[in-house]
């Protein structure tokens, strides 16, 4: 005997409905009202004091304007890969009529040179800041740790954290543009000079906060922990890893997320006065291009500044949750 179907999806969706009103019964509608009612209010002021100032470029964006320069950068993407899909493909009946000819003949295979779009800028930016954030926590969290557990070193570093610590990562620029142009000479380099340059630049901005605060987490490691290892007689590499990190591990991550959000805000910085490619570069070629769509796109990059800003520390703040001892830590 066959049930209807009509049946079986009636009794699916009886089901469904207990659990469906289970979710809803566990969302806070306070904590999603309130985000939502902040955001509409913003926009009706963002509109409102908008429509109010005259530029030498026209009336200044709101939200409509920007969502709608927005669409079109995602056309212009959409068009910008296909141009460079086509490209390839030509590339290859080329090649493959060429082998046809002469199978032993050398191929050439050529990078599409296209224009570089919005999202391919974001692309290099992302790239770029976490490739600086990592050289930079490779090198600030094992000094911190060795600064927080030998008050010898930690006085014999400290003057000099404290003297580089407040210079600006865009001094370093130019002669950290110079060190690499004159170390990194290769004919078949892994990275461009450009990245390196702002990647070296958000490196030297990210060490310092991670560096203070993984000493500090270090230096203030429960005594009662530091007794039990020494009665237990832990070796120092174990003492590290098994009392000293997780103890540590919500002050090194303090300065992780200081350090990456520092980090980003320089990036754009370091892009727009450099001039490599990445957000500050868009966002300055939009301030000289003078168009009446300029300050749309100027604003579409702001926005996205800042959406990928606070994605990235909420990255970090997942990356501590699933490191911590403390499994119940809840993301804020």
Same mark, same amino acid.
């Given at each position: ?116 779009? @919005?999202?391919?800028?974001? +692309?290099? /930016?992302?790239? *770029? &800041?976490?490739?600086?954030? !990592?050289?930079?926590? =490779? %090198? ?50 892994? @990275?461009?000079?450009?990245? +390196?340059? /702002?990647?070296? *630049? &958000?490196?030297?901005?990210? !060490?310092?906060?991670? =560096? %203070? ?120």
């Amino acid at each position: 005997m066959t049930i209807p179907s009509n049946q079986v999806a009636n009794s699916r969706l009886s089901s469904l409905i207990p659990a469906l009103k289970r979710y809803v019964m566990s969302i806070d509608i306070k904590s999603l009202l309130y985000p939502l009612l902040g955001l509409f209010f913003f926009c009706l002021l963002w509109a409102y004091t908008a429509s109010q100032i005259d530029t030498s470029l026209g009336t200044f964006p709101g939200p409509a304007q920007v969502y709608a320069q927005a669409a079109v950068l995602v056309e212009e993407h959409q068009v910008e890969k296909q141009k460079a899909e086509a490209f390839y493909q030509r590339q290859e009946v080329r090649n493959a009529k060429k082998l046809e000819k002469k199978p032993d003949a050398k191929i050439k295979i050529r990078k599409y040179t296209g224009k570089e779009t @919005f999202f391919d800028q974001v +692309l290099t /930016s992302l790239k *770029t &800041v976490m490739f600086g954030f !990592l050289i930079a926590s =490779l %090198i600030a969290i094992p000094i911190g740790i060795v600064c927080g557990l030998s008050d010898g070193v930690y006085k014999a570093i400290n003057p000099l954290i404290q003297i580089f610590k407040p210079v600006s990562p865009l001094a370093w620029l130019p002669l950290i543009t110079m060190v690499v142009s004159a170390v990194y000479v290769s004919e078949d380099p892994w @990275f461009e000079k450009a990245f +390196l340059n /702002s990647a070296f *630049t &958000v490196a030297l901005c990210c !060490l310092w906060p991670t =560096l %203070i605060n993984t000493a500090v987490g270090v230096a203030n490691v429960d005594k009662d922990l530091l007794n039990v290892s020494r009665v237990i007689k832990l070796p120092a590499l174990m003492h590290v890893r098994k009392i000293i990190l997780p103890a540590s591990i919500p002050m090194i991550f303090t300065g992780l997320r200081l350090s990456l959000a520092t980090g980003w805000m320089v990036l754009i910085a370091a892009e727009m006065l450099s001039q490599n490619p990445g957000l500050g570069k868009f966002v300055w070629d939009e301030f000289q291009n003078g168009s009446s769509d300029s300050l749309s796109r100027i604003m579409v990059a702001v926005v996205v500044i800042g959406l990928l800003g606070f994605a990235l520390d909420r990255l970090i703040l997942l990356v501590q949750r699933y490191v911590s001892w403390d499994k119940l830590a809840v993301l804020r």
